[in-house]
């Protein structure tokens, strides 16, 4: 049984938009820090947002904002990542991880912090 999993990627073009789901058991989704991350060819895993599910605090990368925002819904144990305004270096495998505990300052930004991890979603961004 996958404890996360992800859906709702594909292929769009610049200026795009496409919206991440995440299903998370429900033991996992309580009181979480709950993450989207991305891992391009050749490239570094990073974080692009995440959510603390019990507050609902929600943190998202820099090079994103404005772009990307992240939020949950709690009768469907589900976390999304809205992501519009697309550009070809957005191309990445997405995952949807959890740390196993709430958010704790900018630990969610590193990969090595998380997990639980989905088996990923491809986003492709066309020029």
């Known amino acids: 049984q996958k404890l996360l999993a992800e859906s709702g990627g594909g292929s769009v073009q610049t200026g795009g938009s496409l919206r991440l789901s995440c299903a998370i058991d429900p033991a996992v989704y309580l009181n979480n820090c709950v993450g989207w991350l991305r891992q391009a060819p050749g490239k570094e895993r990073e974080a692009v947002a995440a959510?603390?599910?019990?507050?609902?605090?929600?943190y998202v990368r820099d090079s994103v904002k404005g772009r990307f925002t992240i939020s949950q819904e709690n009768a469907k144990n589900t976390v999304y990542l809205q992501m519009n305004s697309l550009k070809p270096d957005d191309t990445a495998m997405y995952y949807c991880?959890?740390?196993?505990?709430?958010?704790?300052?900018?630990?969610?930004?590193?990969?090595?912090?998380?997990?639980?991890w989905g088996q990923g979603t491809q986003v492709t961004v066309s020029s």
């Open positions: 959510v603390s599910t019990g507050a609902g605090t929600t």
């Open positions: 991880a959890a740390v196993g505990n709430y958010c704790v300052g900018r630990a969610w930004e590193f990969a090595r912090e998380y997990n639980y």
